[in-house]
């Protein structure tokens, strides 16, 4: 009898894990099927970004290609289910930061417009500005050959890093309501912001230039200053 209180807790928590298991299961598997779907499109999605970059591509072993348009499947695949990626990151803290339907609804929202505005951005001005810069430095006696897989690779880390680096007031927000991190702390860290942005920028982008370091670190103080921006909108 002097247990049952404590088993409440424990229950309730072995709900949601049971839960987000079966989320991340239905998850996996529309991945799965949708990676299958878009490789059979991933010839013709290689060559729309090999004109969008100008890039001219080889390969050095035999199963390079094969593993390239894999790799460009699956990155499809995530960037087209994103809003159901959503769905169930936002259903699964839904229970235990005790989120209303109406509030998980607009995180969703939110979620998915800011990774879609990342992208953009990054297809947009980053990826090719980044592309031509690096390539500048190429000469008579340095010729590019760039290969298939290091090209998938680059975009794909490129695009997905500024999709969720845009999540940044996002994750201030949510953090600000559910009350693990107040606004004012934002406010007052700024200078520790910095540092921890220059850190990400430094993991995230492909090369270790100080240009591509600042098209990630800028963006990504912008959306800093932007989530306190909306912290005090919304009075957390």
């Known amino acids: 009898m002097d247990n049952e209180p404590e088993r409440a807790p424990i229950q309730q928590l072995l709900l949601v894990v049971n839960d987000a298991r079966r989320y991340i299961l239905g998850l996996l598997l529309a991945i799965f099927l949708t990676t299958f779907l878009f490789y059979l499109w991933a010839p013709a999605i290689l060559v729309f970004f090999q004109n969008h970059l100008h890039q001219q591509l080889t390969f ?12 460009l499947a699956l990155i499809s695949a995530v960037f087209t289910l994103m809003p159901l990626i959503a769905c169930f990151f936002w259903i699964g803290l839904a229970k235990p930061f ?28 980053t990826l090719p500005f980044g592309v031509k810069f690096l390539l500048e430095f190429q000469s008579a006696e340095l010729t590019p050959m760039i290969s298939v897989g290091k090209f998938v690779n680059f975009v794909a880390v490129f695009i997905l890093a500024f999709g969720l680096i ?24 700024r200078r520790y912001a910095v540092l921890a942005i220059s850190i990400v ?18 963006p990504l103080y912008l959306l800093y200053e932007l989530g306190i921006l909306v912290l005090k909108l919304l009075k957390y």
Not at 60 to 71: D, G, R
Not at 104 to 116: K, Q
Not at 166 to 189: H, Q, S
């Open 166 to 189: 845009f999540e940044l007031p996002i994750f201030m927000v949510f953090t600000a309501r559910a009350g693990l991190i107040p606004r004012r702390a934002f406010e007052k860290n």
């Open 98 to 125: 005790k989120l209303t339907r109406t509030a998980g609804f607009w995180f969703i929202i939110a979620t998915c417009l800011l990774f879609y505005a990342g992208t953009w951005f990054c297809y947009s001005v």
């Open 60 to 71: 050095f072993t035999v199963a390079e290609p094969f593993l390239a348009q894999v790799k």
């Open 201 to 218: 920028a430094a993991l995230l982008t492909p090369t270790p230039d100080i240009v591509n370091m600042l098209l990630m670190g800028v």
